[in-house]
């Protein structure tokens, strides 16, 4: 049986930020507290103000040129992000369809682009909090690319959405030059955050913010490193969570029955499933029958893409598990049972079939139900989509 897997979810912060990236009255940034990099080293780092705002009254004039060097600076992390994301891009559709554009592949949506490019500024914001001032003035370009500066045509293809995608990246970087153009005292610079500044989260962010960060670069080593990887990392998260939705097809498969003598279900998943080629990109799952003194009933549930099983090489970049709470896969991005249970349209069902314990000795204490080998009942976990709940069928 097969299901459509177009579907996604966000969290309630992440949905009101979308909103708000529309309104026009409201863009977002970071909590502002300086770059642990920045407060670690310094002797007098008690002296370091909490909230971003520099030392000294208000009323002091703003270090404007040091204000559009972070704005530089950030220029130059976004298109280093960038030059990777486009990259990965290529690489995952190799993994899903070897080069082939997936027909399933349409209806692209306006909010993916700008979730997908939010995420990215959100990470950094994680990564390093102190970068708020400048990541203010990056959703406001994103804000201003979604309103209507944005191709007019991107329907139907994957290279549309590396062409809106790279359009993005050209108009988040052609703000910052601008609005750090010296000209006029800086008078883009001024006029981007206006008299009022930026508002977010109950904090205004005013160019003076700006002026007493510092957004690192190259130099800063490390640092630099953990943002541009922050931002790497969510992105390629975001492009799993899409393309499985709007190119996959979850299909289930019923295994040979197993004896409740043999292995548990959780061991057996682990030392035999799982470690068999064409296993390695499915989610096991199954239940206990008593029926003829006890056997083990497995389904497997996997993924296809145009009528290609997701390969095993592609499993090993997107899950860090075998079974729950068994990670073997530091670099994996996605606990297994989440992908299957999130990545669609609407919430699965599975079908009374149940999900492995996490303990690989253990039967459980039903020894007469579905509970021997597994974890039950589990059919009403959350559904929540991942992160893109435009794309819920109501």
Same mark, same amino acid.
Request: charged share 20%; aromatic share 14%; hydrophobic share 35%.
């Given at each position: 049986?097969?299901?459509?897997?177009?579907?996604?979810?966000?969290?309630?912060?992440?949905?009101?930020?979308?909103?708000?990236?529309?309104?026009?009255?409201?863009?977002?940034?970071?909590?502002?507290?300086?770059?642990?990099f920045?407060?670690?080293c310094?002797?007098?780092?008690?002296l370091?103000?909490?909230?971003?705002?520099?030392?000294?009254?208000?009323?002091?004039?703003?270090?404007?040129?040091?204000?559009?060097?972070?704005?530089?600076?950030?220029?130059?992390?976004?298109?280093?992000?960038?030059?990777?994301?486009g990259?990965?891009?290529?690489?995952?559709?190799?993994?899903?369809?070897?080069?082939?554009?997936?027909?399933?592949?349409?209806?692209?949506?306006?909010?993916?682009?700008?979730?997908?490019a939010?995420?990215?500024?959100?990470?950094?914001?994680d990564?390093?909090?102190?970068?708020?001032?400048?990541?203010?003035?990056?959703?406001?370009?994103?804000?201003y690319?979604?309103?209507?500066?944005?191709?007019?045509?991107?329907?139907?293809?994957?290279?549309?959405?590396?062409?809106?995608?790279?359009?993005?990246?050209?108009?988040?970087?052609?703000?910052?030059?601008?609005l750090?153009?010296?000209?006029?005292?800086?008078?883009?610079?001024?006029?981007?955050?206006?008299?009022?500044?930026?508002?977010?989260?109950?904090?205004?962010?005013?160019?003076?913010?700006?002026?007493?960060?510092?957004?690192?670069?190259?130099?800063?080593?490390?640092?630099?490193?953990?943002?541009?990887?922050?931002?790497y990392?969510?992105?390629?998260?975001?492009?799993?969570?899409?393309?499985?939705?709007?190119c996959?097809?979850m299909?289930?498969?019923?295994?040979?029955?197993?004896s409740?003598?043999?292995?548990?279900?959780?061991?057996?998943?682990?030392?035999?499933?799982?470690?068999?080629t064409?296993?390695?990109?499915?989610?096991?799952?199954?239940?206990?029958s008593?029926i003829?003194?006890?056997?083990?009933?497995?389904?497997?549930y996997?993924?296809? +893409?145009?009528? /290609?099983?997701? $390969?095993?090489?592609?499993?090993k !970049? &997107?899950?860090? %598990?075998? *079974?729950?709470?068994?990670?073997?896969?530091?670099?994996?991005?996605?606990?297994?049972?989440?992908?299957?249970?999130? +990545?669609?349209? /609407?919430?699965? $069902?599975?079908?009374?079939?149940? !999900? &492995?314990?996490? %303990?690989? *000795?253990?039967?459980?204490?039903?020894?007469?139900?579905?509970?021997?080998?597994?974890?039950?009942?589990?059919?009403? +976990?959350?559904?929540n989509?991942?992160?893109?709940?435009?794309?819920?069928?109501p």
């Amino acid at each position: 049986m097969t299901y459509s897997t177009k579907n996604s979810g966000q969290s309630l912060r992440k949905l009101s930020r979308r909103n708000m990236i529309r309104d026009a009255a409201i863009t977002a940034t970071g909590v502002v507290f300086l770059p642990a990099f920045m407060t670690s080293c310094r002797k007098d780092r008690d002296l370091i103000p909490a909230r971003g705002v520099g030392s000294g009254s208000q009323d002091d004039p703003p270090d404007l040129e040091k204000a559009a060097q972070n704005l530089i600076n950030m220029d130059k992390w976004v298109e280093n992000v960038y030059l990777y994301t486009g990259n990965y891009e290529q690489y995952l559709f190799s993994l899903l369809n070897s080069g082939q554009k997936p027909s399933s592949w349409k209806d692209f949506i306006i909010g993916i682009l700008l979730d997908i490019a939010n995420g990215l500024i959100d990470a950094a914001g994680d990564e390093l909090p102190g970068l708020g001032a400048a990541l203010a003035i990056a959703t406001d370009s994103i804000k201003y690319w979604s309103a209507s500066n944005h191709p007019e045509n991107l329907e139907a293809t994957f290279a549309e959405f590396k062409d809106a995608h790279l359009a993005m990246q050209k108009a988040i970087s052609d703000q910052l030059i601008v609005l750090a153009d010296p000209a006029n005292n800086y008078q883009a610079l001024r006029d981007g955050f206006g008299d009022t500044g930026l508002p977010f989260n109950g904090t205004t962010y005013k160019v003076k913010d700006l002026g007493t960060m510092h957004f690192p670069t190259p130099d800063d080593g490390q640092s630099y490193v953990d943002l541009r990887n922050a931002g790497y990392d969510k992105f390629r998260k975001h492009m799993w969570n899409i393309m499985i939705i709007k190119c996959g097809t979850m299909n289930e498969s019923y295994l040979n029955r197993q004896s409740d003598g043999v292995w548990t279900p959780t061991k057996y998943g682990r030392e035999k499933l799982y470690n068999t080629t064409a296993y390695q990109s499915a989610y096991l799952r199954g239940y206990y029958s008593t029926i003829e003194g006890g056997w083990y009933y497995f389904t497997s549930y996997y993924f296809e +893409f145009d009528g /290609k099983v997701l $390969s095993a090489d592609a499993a090993k !970049e &997107l899950f860090m %598990d075998d *079974t729950p709470g068994n990670n073997i896969n530091p670099k994996g991005l996605f606990p297994r049972d989440y992908v299957f249970k999130q +990545f669609h349209t /609407k919430k699965p $069902s599975f079908k009374g079939t149940h !999900e &492995l314990r996490k %303990d690989e *000795t253990s039967w459980g204490p039903d020894t007469n139900g579905p509970g021997f080998g597994f974890d039950v009942p589990d059919q009403d +976990f959350v559904f929540n989509g991942g992160e893109f709940p435009q794309l819920i069928v109501p």
